[in-house]
């Protein structure tokens, strides 16, 4: 089992910034990828970003690319995500996910963290 803690939400205005933390636990995750989800109000699940965690490569959907960094720290067993030039539209509950990287469906969720951008 791997369990994840999402920080770092809250109440922006736009333009501003924001950095979440996905903090993982239970076991090795060295071979897993850690993405991050979001969802906003009324819509469906947005796989935002991604990083293997193994090699350090990463994935990001369009509209975040250039505003949003993932990282990660493996000696805390911490994925980052640095969110700059924040829009409302980014306005959603954000999850992190944990897969196995040999896997294609994220089986280990957060319970998120909330961001709120105001115009």
């Known amino acids: 089992q791997v369990q994840l803690v999402e920080s770092g939400g809250g109440l922006v205005q736009a333009g501003g910034s924001l950095r979440l933390s996905c903090v993982a636990s239970?076991?090795?995750?060295?071979?897993?990828?850690i993405g991050w989800v979001r969802q906003a109000p009324g819509k469906g699940r947005l796989f935002i970003a991604h990083?293997?965690?193994?090699?350090?490569?990463?994935y990001y959907v369009d509209s975040v690319k250039g505003r949003f960094t993932i990282s990660r720290d493996s000696a805390k067993n911490t994925v980052y995500l640095p969110m700059n030039s924040l829009e409302p539209e980014d306005t959603a509950a954000y999850y992190c996910a944990a897969r196995p990287t040999t896997m294609r469906s994220y089986n280990y969720w957060g319970q998120g963290t909330q961001v709120t951008v105001s115009s």
């Open positions: 239970g076991r090795t995750v060295s071979a897993y990828t």
């Open positions: 990083i293997d965690l193994s090699v350090g490569s990463t």
